[in-house]
């Protein structure tokens, strides 16, 4: 039997699906919560507020399954905009971009080209106003491409982020190689479907990854960006940073926008430094689908919703 998590990463791919949700106005209200709108000044306006309150951002712009290269180079402009829009802002490193590489055409013919081609003016356009660029992490068949285009871009930007995803068994390898000086390295459980040949597939064994991989993330000199809702494994990145003499500013806690958000600054109130991870876009339905797929919590709250809205 499908666990629910694969019938809605599955869900994701489903197209009379995604119209039917994407068109209902309740669906909207909800995704609300996790997308910080389809435009630009929406989501620079949600900047504005966290940042206010203390929490440092990264702002991702939704859009994965690109087609053609005039796709890809709309994703590069799209980035250079917000790039753009941040700058007056003044916030340095308080306010950095994600991006994943397949919505620079990385899975379209000579991707593995064109991707770094494409995303090489968004890491520059970062530098210039004093912040960085986290390349996502999506599903397994693209680790190494995506590695590859990290190492490229990190011989004139080193300040270059990375993702590990906990649940692949190469993870804890890739985090060794990763947990050098200057390197900074988001560490995920994972949202993708995987096979038991490349993942971990029970919670425990995942939870289990997570905290070896980051042991090995907080013994080293990088940078750790630790990616978890789990109060354990919160608890346990503080833990480690305090065994390790971390300072506070050599690393981070990062959770998704609308998640959690009384834990983020509680957190942040406490000398952490908190990121929160802002969406924005027409293209979210991947995106929300994921979300809901990740954790039962986030479904529970979709299916209330549905329920006692309108």
Known sequence: MLSQKALLLGASRRPALRRVLVGTPI?????????????????????????????????????????DRAEACRSRDAYLAALDGLAPLGLGRAAEVSVKLSAFGQALPGGEDLAPELVRPVVEAAAAIGTTVTLDMEDSSTVDATLGTLAELRRTHP????VLQAALHRTEDDARALAVAGSRVRLVKGAYDEPPSVAH???????AAYARCLGVLMRGPGYPMV?????????????LAAEYDRAADSWEVQMLYGIRPAEQHRLAAEG??????????????????RRL?????????FLRSLVTTG
């Open 272 to 289: 952490v430094t908190v990121r929160a991870y802002v969406p924005y876009g027409v293209d979210w339905y991947g995106y929300f689908v």
């Open 27 to 67: 669906t909207r209200q909800v995704v609300d919560r996790f997308v910080a709108g389809e435009t630009l000044p929406e989501a620079l306006d949600v900047v504005r507020r966290l940042t206010g309150e203390g929490l440092a951002v990264t702002l991702d712009h939704l859009g994965e399954d690109v087609t």
């Open 201 to 207: 597939q029970g919670r425990d064994d995942v939870d």
């Open 159 to 162: 300040e270059t982020g990375a």
């Open 293 to 301: 797929a990740e954790r039962p919590a986030n479904l529970r709250f």
């Open 227 to 239: 990616g978890s809702h789990d109060p354990r494994l919160v608890s346990l990145a503080q833990r």
